[in-house]
């Protein structure tokens, strides 16, 4: 039972337009997320994280939006640009959990075309 | 910065073989894991640990064990690689759950092909 799932396996956008990914949960008990990035051949990196006790984070031209009623996150990439085509995991822990640890969602393939 | 060095970016192994990653962070976290990442299923946790001697099983422990000697040092070990554990498999560190927001710090991966 995936508790945290990203319903597009791909996105393609133009540069310079925004990319939406979405991400959804079902356990009421998350209460941190995060979005990572990865490029082929390397390890995840961090990109922008939320707290359940707000509803945007913004860091440059990454925004994380969370809407708990609806149990959805997304990132918007404004503007995109042809480096940032990679996988986007989207990840949720609990602060009550047995050791708190991420769940990650199967992740979203964008590709930026110039 | 942080580093989590893996020891192997690519291995080729056989069935059969026992196959040893490893995994080093410089960073004095508690917290290490391993997740293997395959296409369409994302990254799944296979095994962590939060303390020296310490493991605990994630989603998929079956067919591996892990090590963890020295804080520093995350062993993954498959003792009898099957084809069906082809995949890159990644280390990651973190501090302790209560003291920060979760960021996993990942390693380069490594990429292990079973004949």
């Known amino acids: 039972d995936q508790q945290v799932k990203q319903n597009s396996p791909s996105l393609s956008v133009q540069e310079g337009r925004i990319s939406i990914l979405n991400c959804d949960y079902t356990?009421?008990?998350?209460?941190?997320f995060l979005w990572y990035k990865k490029y082929p051949a390397e390890g995840p990196t961090f990109l922008i994280s939320i707290s359940s006790i707000k509803d945007k984070n913004e860091d440059g031209r990454f925004t994380v939006f969370l809407n708990k009623s609806a149990k959805h996150l997304s990132l918007h990439i404004v503007p995109s640009q042809p480096g940032d085509s990679a996988v986007y995991f989207c990840?949720?822990?609990?602060?009550?959990?047995?050791?708190?640890?991420?769940?990650f969602g199967k992740g979203t393939k964008l590709s930026v075309k110039p | 910065d942080v580093k989590v060095t893996q020891s192997s970016r690519y291995l080729v192994k056989r069935t059969g073989e026992k196959v040893f990653l490893e995994c080093v962070q410089d960073?004095?976290?508690?917290?290490m894991f391993w997740y293997r990442q395959d296409p369409g299923l994302g990254l799944r946790l296979i095994y962590f640990s939060y303390d020296v001697k310490m493991k605990e099983k994630g989603d998929i422990p079956e067919g591996y064990s892990v090590s963890r000697e020295k804080k520093e040092r995350f062993s993954l070990i498959l003792e009898s690689a099957s084809t069906n554990q082809t995949s890159m498999y990644l280390c990651?560190?973190?501090?302790?759950?209560?003291?920060?927001?979760?960021?996993?710090?990942f390693g380069e991966g490594s990429r292990l092909t079973v004949l």
């Open positions: 356990n009421s008990m998350f209460d941190y």
């Open positions: 960073m004095d976290h508690e917290n």
């Open positions: 990840a949720a822990r609990s602060s009550r959990g047995s050791q708190g640890n991420l769940i």
């Open positions: 990651a560190s973190s501090l302790l759950w209560g003291s920060n927001t979760g960021e996993l710090f």
